[in-house]
């Protein structure tokens, strides 16, 4: 299984003084390239919509076109016609500017994020900017059918003889956001989404040391309206199950810095 770890925008919001970046994986299977989460997209920076503009300024984003996902599965020498899915843990302003890049992909989501999207709640629901959808894109829409992935409701999505993917729904960072689980029996990658951050105590994955929860001035119950209430069942899935499952989290630097010195697994 070939998994790129890629950084489709970095943040440098000036008002928690903390950079991060966005979390995108490009996945290599005999089904073609398939995405989880797109990042930034060059419309973004190009000709940004009104509230994109607000969101780049506000956080600290350096509007650098290479680090679109278009760029960098060009840069690693692929034909960006062989990407053929994208899979999205939830569509938030940060998370799925790229869709515009790729609109011949099918996108699949899980059916209550939409909804959610087409009629936005709430200052989290706010985040959502529709220009990324106006290309109107081959929306594949998934809804929970019983199956079980370690404890949690699980969605599969798609099954390549490389890898198998999986949507986990864990709501309440919006409301049909997801984790997406990649890999075979005995071998998972959880992509968490915004369900987990490495930069609160209440919210981390993996403990990093005291020094990187730079966020803990903010109350824990603003850290886990923010995150969702998953941060316990996801921290018990990694102690009972962690040789066989591995996770990140979007915007999750430190697991970045060291999934990206061997660059795939
Ligand atoms: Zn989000």
């Known amino acids: 299984m070939v998994i790129h770890h890629l950084n489709c925008g970095t943040l440098k919001a000036p008002f928690v003084q903390v950079d991060s970046i966005v979390y995108c994986l490009l996945v290599e299977t005999s089904s073609g390239l398939v995405l989880v989460d797109t990042g930034f997209g060059s419309r973004d920076y190009s000709a940004p919509s009104r509230k994109m503009r607000f969101f780049l300024r506000y956080m600290g984003v350096p509007c650098n076109l290479e680090e679109t996902a278009i760029f960098q599965v060009k840069a690693l020498g692929y034909d960006v016609k062989d990407v053929r899915h994208i899979i999205q843990t939830h569509l938030h302003f940060d998370h ?21 999207v087409m009629n936005p709640r709430g200052i989290m629901e706010f985040a959502y900017d529709q220009s990324h959808w106006a290309h109107d894109p081959n929306w594949i829409f998934h809804e929970k059918d019983g199956s079980n992935w370690f404890g949690f409701d699980s969605i599969p999505v798609l099954e390549t003889s490389e890898a198998d993917f999986l949507l986990i729904p864990l709501p309440g960072h ?72 591995r996770a990140i989290s979007a915007h999750d630097k430190f697991s970045f810095q060291e999934n990206t010195t061997g660059f795939s697994h």
Request: proline share 5%.
């Open 96 to 116: 799925a500017g790229g869709l515009g890049d790729f609109p011949w992909v099918n996108i699949h989501i899980y059916k209550r994020e939409y909804l959610a």
């Open 174 to 245: 919006t409301r049909g956001h997801c984790g997406v689980a990649i890999g075979k029996p005995g071998n998972w990658l959880l992509h968490c989404g915004d369900a987990a951050s490495p930069y609160h105590k209440d919210t981390y994955l993996y403990h990093r040391g005291e020094s990187v929860h730079r966020l803990d001035f903010l109350s824990s119950g603003f850290a886990s309206r923010v995150i969702g209430p998953y941060v316990p069942q996801l921290r018990n899935l990694l102690q009972e199950h962690g040789q066989e499952v």
